[in-house]
Each structure stands twice: as structure tokens, then as C-alpha cells.
């Protein structure tokens, strides 16, 4: 089994940065995709990011060009740059982690969610 822990959220002002961390432990072997994925209250969970074995990237063009991804096998972590933050990007954010063949489909395991708030 795979278990991801996430951590890094909180409360930022707007223009402000946050770095989201998800630890991975167990068989990760069986994966090759990592990514984050958000909700916000009354909305649907939607994909931020996600990056690939090959360290391929996908961006949700809202946040395209402000929010980086990346992960460090040595750590086994994947990390969430956020920048230029929004209120809009007020949600809490879950890890996922799969063995999937295309980057925009969802792994099956999911980490506990960090909550992110962007005050105005």
C-alpha cells in the first residue's frame, strides 16, 4: 500500500506563496504519477497539477504560470509551489499518487487534504 501526507497549508494574504508537501511512504514503487488536486466549498474536486515518471507536467490553466510542481525521488516527496496566490485558490488540496497511463486521470490513493486560505 502507498500512503501520502500532505502538509504546508494555512492562511496567506492575497499575492502571497505557499509550499504544500506530500510525503509518500510505502510501495511506491507501483507509482508514477503524482498530483494535486483541490475543493473548494460547494464546488467539485477539481485537478491543479500532476506530474509524470518522466517529470512531464500538467497545469489547470488557472493556475498556469503561478503554481509549480515538482518531486524528489531521493525524498519521496512531491511539492506544490504556490504563487501570486488568489482568493479564488481558497480549497482544501489533496495529494494523489496512481500507476495511470495519462497524467488527467486521477491515481487511486488520496492523502488526507490541507486546507488553503488566500484572505483578500
Known amino acids: 500500500q502507498v500512503q501520502l501526507v500532505e502538509s504546508g497549508g494555512g492562511l496567506v494574504q492575497a499575492g502571497g506563496s505557499l509550499r504544500l508537501s506530500c510525503v509518500v511512504s510505502?510501495?511506491?514503487?507501483?507509482?508514477?504519477?503524482m498530483g494535486w488536486y483541490r475543493q473548494a466549498p460547494g464546488k467539485q474536486r477539481e485537478l491543479v497539477a500532476v506530474?509524470?515518471?518522466?517529470?512531464?507536467?500538467f497545469y489547470a490553466e488557472s493556475v498556469k504560470g503561478r503554481f509549480g510542481i515538482s518531486r524528489d525521488r531521493a525524498k519521496n516527496t512531491g511539492y506544490l509551489q504556490m504563487n501570486r496566490l488568489k482568493p479564488e485558490d481558497t480549497a482544501v488540496y489533496y495529494c494523489?499518487?496512481?500507476?495511470?497511463?495519462?497524467?488527467?486521470?486521477?491515481?487511486?490513493?488520496w492523502g488526507q487534504g490541507t486546507q488553503v486560505t488566500v484572505s483578500s
Open positions: 494523489n499518487a496512481g500507476q495511470v497511463a495519462h497524467l488527467t486521470v486521477p491515481g487511486d490513493i
Open positions: 510505502g510501495r511506491i514503487f507501483s507509482i508514477n504519477v
Open positions: 506530474i509524470g515518471g518522466g517529470l512531464d507536467t
